[in-house]
């Protein structure tokens, strides 16, 4: 099946540095990523789409300016969370869907990174 | 907005246990439904899917019927096992093709031997 890494699995930062979080898609090719936030025992909340060459498209409520995305080719999304706050810290889960029939409409995701800012 | 709500949890069964973990879905036009599946320390993998009323999604024995009429998705497994024990979430989406997800907030399932 296909597979969707994340790097790293978990990170701990000062405040007011930047984070980059990198999500592969190992054996096809993403031609859409999603990035999620996840708080302990709730729900994932979708924060952005990237389509690959393209700029991400943000949820309303989620600052572009914090939340850098980039997609910048079929298998590499990378989210920098930028002067990070304690506030920042949670679990973040990259997604990704492929162009094909049998790839379309369903996500396969990354096992999420865990970011704990001091 | 489309919105997913699912029964709280903790839910703890015992193995052989019948499980049913409801979900009820708010949502405009004709959305996809889907069950995921995160076992402790991994990704959410995808469980079972429905992308219109009356289908029947099933997988690993676990299965979820879409009723348009109740705006339900309840996830069923008739005989639970040790290894069932997991975070389950419900999710819709407005059209597959779109592929983005709403998802519920998570229903723990422990299942003791």
């Known amino acids: 099946g296909a597979v969707v890494s994340q790097h790293p699995s978990w990170v701990i930062c000062k405040s007011g540095t930047s984070v980059k979080i990198e999500c592969r898609s190992l054996d096809f090719q993403a031609t859409t990523m999603f990035w999620y936030r996840q708080f302990p025992k709730q729900s994932l909340m979708l924060m952005a789409t990237s389509n690959e060459g393209s700029k991400a498209t943000y949820e309303q409520g989620v600052e572009k300016d914090k939340f850098l995305i980039n997609h910048a080719s079929l298998t590499l999304s990378t989210l920098t969370v930028t002067s990070a706050h304690p506030e920042d810290s949670s679990f973040y889960i990259c997604?990704?869907?492929?162009?094909?029939?049998?790839?379309?409409?369903?996500?396969?995701f990354g096992p999420g990174t865990r970011l704990t800012v001091l | 907005g489309n919105s997913v709500t699912q029964m709280e949890g903790p839910v703890t069964l015992s193995e052989e246990a019948f499980l049913t973990i409801n979900c009820t879905y708010t949502a405009t036009g004709y959305p996809s439904l889907f069950w995921y599946v995160q076992y402790p320390g991994e990704g959410l993998q995808l469980l079972l899917k429905a992308t219109k009323a009356d289908d029947k999604g099933s997988n690993k024995g676990f299965e979820a019927t879409y009723r348009k009429e109740t705006t339900s998705f309840h996830l069923e497994k008739g005989s639970v096992q040790v290894s069932d024990s997991a975070v389950y979430f419900c999710a819709l989406s407005e059209r597959i093709n779109t592929g983005k997800l709403i998802f519920g907030q998570g229903t723990t399932l422990q299942v003791k031997p």
């Open positions: 997604s990704a869907r492929g162009r094909s029939e049998r790839e379309r409409g369903e996500q396969f």
